[in-house]
């Protein structure tokens, strides 16, 4: 309950500080991409009950000649690469903390088509809402390996508080202001998960968070 109320007034008031902010955002995403602004995907929450996450646009939707999508890295363009190094795109989701969907802090929603790749251990990640920044964003972000994001959330899961929550909050600020670890090496954010991967056996204790 303590938690639910700190997200409720922390992104209460983050949408009111940052909502002029928000709408230059609003305006430039449609000048230079078009529209719809915002991107709506549905995504795994608490338990893996499924909702909409909104994000603003950082790619085109260009198709070949067959009318499928190009890849994302053709895709992408300046704009939306700044858009996603700075995490502005990030924050229509203070709108699904204020809904409910989501919490300020905890593991990050991934795609329904993972659900049924996790092992017993990573699926557990979903005991709690996910976050719009997290243990493993602090870590690593999408330099980590797959392995590794699921073993910080799940003992994220295992060890969470409101005193880590700040932590987290405030390393996440640095984080953004270095734009570290926005992608990994040779993709636009991170491969796709295939799912039959090893556990991660490395330190993940809070002090950890300073490599």
Not at 89 to 111: A, Q
Not at 137 to 155: A, C, H, I, M, P
Request: with cysteine; net charge positive; aromatic share 10%.
């Amino acid at each position: 309950m303590i938690k639910r109320f700190f997200d409720i007034v922390i992104s209460s008031l983050t949408l009111v500080t940052l909502l002029p902010l928000i709408c230059v955002i609003a305006l430039l995403v449609r000048f230079n991409l078009g529209s719809p602004v915002l991107f709506c995907q549905t995504r795994p929450g608490l338990h893996g009950k499924p909702f909409r996450m909104f994000k603003f646009r950082t790619m085109l939707n260009t198709t070949d000649n067959t009318g499928e999508l190009l890849p994302t890295d053709r895709r992408i363009t300046r704009f939306g690469r700044f858009l996603r190094s700075t995490s502005l795109d990030e924050l229509p989701e203070l709108w699904n903390v204020l809904k409910g969907d989501m919490s300020l802090v905890g593991p990050r929603p991934l795609l329904m088509d993972y659900l049924p790749l996790y092992s017993v251990e990573q699926y557990r990640r979903h005991d709690v809402r996910p976050g719009v920044t997290g243990w493993a964003q602090v870590n690593g972000r999408n330099t980590l390996s797959w392995e590794q994001k699921f073993t910080y959330d799940v003992w994220y899961v295992d060890n969470q508080s409101l005193f880590l929550d700040l932590k987290i909050m405030m390393l996440t600020v640095c984080k953004v202001a270095s734009r570290d670890g926005v992608s990994a090496q040779g993709h636009v954010s991170m491969p796709r998960f295939r799912g039959g991967e090893t556990s991660y056996c490395g330190d993940i204790k809070p002090n950890d968070s300073k490599k």
